[in-house]
């Protein structure tokens, strides 16, 4: 029983080295398909070279598992921090993740025929069985790992600590159980030799595990320009918030998504008052947001006296506790989040539509650019669809659309996306000196009559960037970035997502 425990230990360390990869290079990276379906084919591919090499060692079988162990223990739990580094000084990821990927999956074969030849010495039982009970526990094991680290691990240590504990777990269960089960049958010289070298692997870990805060710190530090003010990896994103002088001599304080820059403080007001105002136009005393847990386009909506009631979802509980809480960024937004009027939600924008039954005068979409599969499902044809029952028969919807300059498939895809779900749109676009050109699309649901009216309400505050004559403007696109023949995006054929990557990609 010790044995499957311990085989139990160490599937479940080796899925969760699994997961660590595949959610830090969605984390870097993006692209969590790609992320994902490289690691797990490379390390399945190094899992079957592994339990080939390993077939020579079966005749020392409990020094080289014990081996094994604490080589996969030493590498899966300095991974995610190797590769880290990889990506922030060495502009290297992708080479080096397939490298640890390999070297990951290939110890973990190991396990496999090694294992085998142990369960059978302590179990004396026929091969069959001794397979289909190491399987078993095997497969429980991978279970349990894989609901711990989102569930346990990424909460309680992070990414870079919870790999290294993971490490360290690995090496107990697979060095020093082992040499206790099979204590009577190993020379002295190996066990002493085999229990030096897990306690040096300990005390790497160890070590590691004290610094990683001030390494993450440095190492992160790296990938950004200013100084970091904030930061945090949550189960859903990597939030950094930075802060500097701006070339205005102003605070330039600025908010990074999974490294995407969100808004700077010296021009956000261009892009929030660009996006909320023109939807307001129409009735707004219902209005829901979905996405913008910065409270930044909410700041814009609660100007209105009109205002009755505002409701907010975005994923991340973090992002909203920070908008809240976090004083460079509540003072930004004026404290939207504290208003009486204003409802927090933290949900699935997705999920949520599909239960919700109230209605609302004006909808403002304000999700990062569908750089992931999981944010591509948040412009498909069938969000938009959801999304109408919400909607009053004169209600107006206006979703961020990326940049018209830098993507224009994206963009037109977009807005072809929100036509073929049934809406009529008008498409507009402004600067954001920070983000360069940028687009929205304004729509009504509906497909007869006419387009809905860029303009802006007759209650509107007084903005310091637009007004109708600069409205006026936003509708007339260059020769060169005009309407594009681009397809719609859906669940099942997430165009928006390729064209999306293949046109920031050099940028």
Not at 391 to 416: E, H, I, M, N
Not at 426 to 431: F, G
């Amino acid at each position: 029983m010790l044995l499957l425990f311990s085989v139990f230990l160490c599937a479940a360390c080796g899925l969760v080295y699994e997961l660590a990869l595949t959610a830090l290079g969605s984390y870097l990276i993006g692209n969590s398909v790609m992320q994902t379906s490289v690691v797990i084919s490379v390390m399945v591919f190094a899992m079957g070279v592994g339990s080939l090499a390993a077939k020579p060692l079966q005749r020392r079988a409990v020094g080289a598992f014990a081996a094994v162990e604490a080589v996969l223990a030493l590498v899966g739990g300095l991974s995610v921090l190797v590769l880290y580094l990889s990506f922030a000084w060495l502009r290297v990821y992708m080479p080096a993740m397939v490298v640890v990927s390999f070297v990951v999956g290939l110890l973990i074969g190991a396990e496999i025929p090694l294992l085998m030849t142990l369960l059978q010495r302590i179990r004396r039982q026929e091969a069959g069985s001794a397979v289909a009970d190491m399987f078993a526990v095997d497969y429980i094991g991978a279970l349990v790992g894989g609901l711990c680290f989102p569930l346990l691990l990424l909460p309680t240590f992070g990414q870079l600590k919870g790999a290294l504990v993971v490490g360290a777990v690995n090496a107990v269960a697979g060095v020093v159980v082992v040499l206790w089960i099979f204590r009577r049958q190993t020379r002295r010289s190996v066990r002493t030799g085999l229990l030096i070298g897990v306690t040096a692997v300990l005390a790497v870990l160890g070590s590691v595990y004290v610094l990683a805060d001030d390494i993450e710190v440095t190492a992160r530090q790296q990938l950004y320009r200013d100084p970091i003010i904030h930061a945090e990896t949550t189960p859903y994103q990597d939030i950094v918030v930075t802060r500097s002088t701006a070339f205005t001599g102003e605070p330039d304080t600025r908010l990074f998504l999974n490294g995407d820059l969100q808004f700077s403080s010296v021009d956000e007001y261009r892009y929030h008052e660009a996006l909320v105002h023109p939807a307001m136009s129409g009735r707004h005393e219902s209005v829901l947001i979905l996405g913008g847990g910065d409270a930044l386009a909410l700041r814009e909506v609660l100007r209105y006296d009109r205002v009755r009631k505002v409701t907010l979802v975005d994923l991340d509980p973090a992002m909203t506790r920070l908008a809240r809480g976090f004083e460079p960024l509540s003072e930004l937004n004026g404290h939207a989040l504290a208003d009486p009027r204003v409802t927090a939600v933290n949900a699935d924008a997705f999920n949520w539509l599909r239960d919700a039954r109230e209605r609302f005068d004006t909808v403002v979409v304000d999700f990062p650019d569908p750089d992931t599969a999981a944010l591509a499902k948040l412009y498909s044809v069938e969000f938009y669809h959801l999304l109408k029952q919400v909607l009053k028969p004169d209600s107006r919807v206006v979703v961020q659309a990326g940049s018209p300059f830098f993507a224009p498939k994206s963009f037109w895809s977009v807005a072809t996306t929100v036509g073929a779900a049934g809406y009529r749109t008008t498409e507009y676009q402004v600067d954001v000196p920070s983000f360069g050109n940028w687009g929205y699309v304004l729509a009504a649901p509906g497909t007869d009559g006419a387009a809905p009216a860029l303009r802006l309400a007759g209650d509107a505050p007084r903005l310091r960037f637009l007004d109708d004559a600069v409205l006026r403007a936003a509708t007339v696109f260059p020769l060169d970035r005009r309407p594009q023949k681009v397809r719609a995006s859906t669940l099942m054929d997430p165009v928006v997502l390729e064209y999306t990557r293949h046109e920031w990609q050099n940028y």
